[in-house]
């Protein structure tokens, strides 16, 4: 059996013995994140992270938005989706929103116009009822900083060799909009980036590095 296989066949089976073993955990509040990121991280980070999410709230399902995003985005890897992520591109459809299944996860595209990203990426998040994350790959303006506000929490996604104070410096630019924010590492090269955005699981190491987004989520 293949990794990926192995791991699709997981998706369907690891859940349900989670649930046995723990039937009358209490769900946690379900966070509405901004990811603040490079075009080509938006969705492999965006959905670690909003797995990372759905996990830590004991949800089965999550979303991940993502705005401007590079040609990854656009040809991922789709699994098969999971009941719950469904049911969730049926209740975003009803909205007005198109969305994709895969794995745990409802995937969609926010408007390339930032009036309408707006508009979107609010409407997504209050339908959703789940782990969001809104995974922002282009250029502030006061009309995506609205969005950005309305969050729980924006998490500002590092770039390779990025410049610490620089880093601080977007992490403070943001929390001047009164919303946490955090600094954390996007995920890296390799299959693991592939299974984060088909929704199946986030890598070991881009859970570890995201671990404190997820705290302050909470």
Not at 18 to 27: L, Q, R, V
Not at 40 to 47: E, F, N, V, Y
Not at 104 to 133: I, K, S
Request: glycine letters at 6%; a neutral charge.
């Amino acid at each position: 059996m293949t990794e990926l296989l192995a791991r699709v066949r997981d998706l369907f089976v690891a859940p349900a013995a989670s649930a046995e073993a723990a039937p009358h955990a209490a769900p946690r509040p379900v966070p509405s994140v901004a990811l603040l990121c490079r075009p080509a991280d938006a969705l492999a980070t965006g959905a670690a992270l909003a797995l990372a999410l759905a996990r830590d709230a004991r949800a089965r399902r999550a979303l991940v938005a993502t705005w401007r995003a590079g040609p990854e985005a656009a040809n991922a890897v789709r699994a098969p989706a999971m009941p719950e992520a469904r049911r969730l591109v049926q209740a975003l459809a009803a909205h007005g929103l198109e969305a994709e299944a895969s794995g745990r996860l409802a995937r969609t595209v926010l408007p390339e116009e930032p009036e309408a990203a707006l508009a979107a990426g609010a409407r997504a998040a209050a339908v959703a009822a789940a782990p969001t994350v809104l995974a922002l790959a282009g250029p502030r303006d006061e009309m995506l900083d609205r969005l950005i506000a309305a969050q729980d929490l924006v998490v500002v996604a590092r770039g390779p060799g990025a410049d610490g104070q620089l880093t601080e410096l977007a992490v403070e630019s943001v929390a001047a909009l009164g919303v946490p924010a955090v600094a954390c590492a996007p995920v890296g090269h390799g299959r693991g980036r592939m299974f984060a955005a088909a929704g199946i699981a986030a890598p070991r190491t881009a859970a570890a590095a995201l671990a404190p987004a997820v705290e302050a989520a909470r």
